[in-house]
């Protein structure tokens, strides 16, 4: 069963504040969007990879993506596929899934996760082979968390050891994702989808180095930790 990889690069990335969309901000002079198709491809788990881009950036994206050098080592080459994103990250991954009807598993992998250890992804692809469902990486959350009203008072503390932060890749069964963006409701992320069809979702354990390149700061430290690394 083909194990696609869909990887939504078709925001704006306002919040970094870059005139380019985000996905193809450059980290450590690597555009993000390569950085993470390199990583899917790295992990050997991935047989194919669809990379869902704002629709001016479908060329400059298949140029970006389509020299021979994305190839994990030994491993045959991965075929890269470029399609156009959407308004919401939904339709974008919507649009990756139409892409691929063929999949037996879908990895959906945010290219603003650039820095993603390769054994993350394997360790996602691995549990979903395994027979999870539905596979996503957590982290212990670091900060107390609460929610707030419309005027930002206090309306509760839930018991910060039950939460997790979550990443990506999430991996899902193929004919589960497709079920559940036959759905249309928004979601922050694809398994919230998933439960709401009432599916348990599996959880492994997440990566620091998988975070979310959002603001500046973010954008900072991963050029950090790529100077560190390449040293
Ligand atoms: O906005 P956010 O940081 O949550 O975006 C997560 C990922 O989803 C990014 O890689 C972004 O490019 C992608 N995205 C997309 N289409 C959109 C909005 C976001 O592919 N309309």
Do not use: N, W
């Not at 899917?40 to 060329?59: C, K, Q, Y």
């Not at 993506?65 to 190839?71: A, D, W």
């Not at 922050?188 to 990566?207: I, K, P, S």
Request: without cysteine; glycine residues 10%.
């Amino acid at each position: 069963r083909p194990v696609v990889a869909l990887v939504p690069a078709a925001g704006r990335g306002v919040r970094l504040g870059e005139p380019t969309p985000k996905a193809f901000v450059p980290v450590g002079g690597i555009p993000m969007v390569r950085l993470a198709v390199d990583g899917l491809i790295a992990s050997g788990a991935v047989h194919r990879v669809v990379v869902v881009v704002p629709a001016e950036m479908v060329d400059a994206a298949s140029a970006l993506l389509s020299t021979t050098s994305l190839t994990g080592g030994s491993m045959p080459p991965v075929p890269v596929q470029v399609v156009v994103g959407g308004a919401e990250r939904t339709d974008s991954v919507r649009a990756g899934i139409a892409a691929a009807p063929d999949a037996g598993y879908y990895l959906v992998h945010d290219a603003a996760r650039a820095l993603t250890p390769p054994e993350l992804i394997a360790r996602v692809a691995t549990e979903l082979q395994a027979g999870s469902p539905a596979v996503v990486p957590a982290l212990p959350v670091v900060d107390t968390v609460k929610s707030v009203d419309d005027a930002g008072v206090v309306t509760g503390t839930p018991d910060r050891a039950r939460l997790r932060a979550i990443q990506t890749p999430q991996g899902f069964d193929a004919e589960l994702l497709r079920r559940a963006y036959a759905t249309d409701v928004g979601a922050t992320d694809d398994a919230g989808l998933v439960e709401r069809l009432g599916v348990a979702v599996h959880t492994v354990a997440g990566d620091p180095l998988a975070f979310k390149i959002t603001t500046p700061l973010d954008l900072t430290l991963a050029e950090a930790v790529l100077s560190v690394g390449g040293s």
